[in-house]
């Protein structure tokens, strides 16, 4: 009874850690740093609607750290926040984001 516990606790924490709260965005590619193609790197615009990519701002088990920087690099998640001209646009949203974020010193 003991092991079929413990295989039953094994089973409920891989489940767990396999659900959408855990697992990486879909059409994020943490090797390419890109999200549907998009490189997450370089200069970054805030939209109301309409954005390239819907993030969330969370504090924990984020898919992506993103690094404010004042000049773009090619670094994945160094991102410099603009009003015009940007490489792909943001919406904050808390409702089915694309990509969870967590926003680290800069």
Do not use: H
């Given at each position: 009874?003991?092991?079929?516990?413990g295989?039953?606790?094994?089973?409920?924490?891989?489940?767990?850690?396999?659900?959408?709260?855990?697992?990486?965005?879909?059409?994020?590619?943490?090797?390419?740093?890109?999200?549907?193609?998009?490189?997450?790197?370089?200069?970054?615009?805030?939209?109301?609607?309409?954005?390239?990519?819907?993030?969330?701002?969370?504090?924990?088990?984020?898919?992506?750290?993103?690094?404010?920087?004042?000049?773009?690099?090619?670094m994945?998640?160094?991102?410099?926040?603009?009003?015009?001209?940007?490489?792909?646009?943001?919406?904050?949203?808390?409702?089915?984001?694309?990509?969870?974020?967590?926003v680290?010193?800069?």
């Open positions: 009874m003991a092991r079929f516990l295989a039953l606790a094994c089973v409920a924490l891989l489940l767990a850690l396999s659900s959408p709260s855990y697992a990486a965005a879909a059409g994020f590619n943490r090797k390419t740093c890109t999200f549907n193609g998009i490189k997450l790197s370089g200069r970054v615009m805030v939209v109301d609607s309409g954005a390239d990519i819907k993030v969330q701002v969370v504090r924990g088990l984020p898919d992506l750290n993103v690094r404010q920087v004042r000049m773009p690099t090619n994945c998640g160094d991102w410099q926040m603009v009003e015009s001209s940007p490489d792909f646009t943001i919406e904050y949203s808390n409702m089915r984001p694309d990509l969870k974020i967590k680290i010193g800069g």
